[in-house]
Structure formats: C-alpha cells, structure tokens
C-alpha cells in the first residue's frame, strides 16, 4: 500500500523559491506607490567579509540576508502550497 510521504528537500525548495520570486516581485513593487510596503526589507549577517590568509590560499566568507515584506508573504504561500499538494 503506497503512502502520501512529504520530502523536507521538497519543502526547502517550495521555501527557497517563494523567498525568491517574494524578493523579485518585491523590487517590482517599489517602482509602484501605493505597493512600496511590500519592498520594506532588513537586512542581516556579515556587513564586511571575512578573509583568511593561508600564504598558499586566500579564503573569503561573507553572507548577507535581506529579508523583506513580499518574501515573507511569499514564503507563507509556498509552504501553504506545499502543504495542499
């Protein structure tokens, strides 16, 4: 008997994508007066990379996160998708 089983991979990547189509839509909507809200953002992580200097390897880390309106919205809707699916 075949059971309905959810794959937490799938999910990340219903997250992901609505992360990141919530972002695009999210710049488009700036240009637009009465949709500026959806493109409120914060951003957070390392303001300033990180360099490691081996002598024989240079190693930079860096991660930024901005987070905004349209992609949390966006991030909702694709976990209420995943969830219908």
Known sequence: MATKEK??????IFIL???VVGGLLGEL???VNWLW?????QSFGLGHPIELDLSVA???FG???????????????AIFI????
């Open 7 to 12: 794959n937490i991979w799938i999910l990340l």
């Open 58 to 60: 240079k190693i930079t």
């Open 63 to 77: 991660l930024l996160f901005k987070i905004s309106i349209s992609s949390i919205i966006g991030m909702v809707l």
């Open 17 to 19: 994508s609505g992360l």
């Open 29 to 31: 909507a700036s240009k």
């Open 82 to 85: 995943y969830k219908k699916i």
């Open 37 to 41: 809200w959806l493109s409120y953002s």
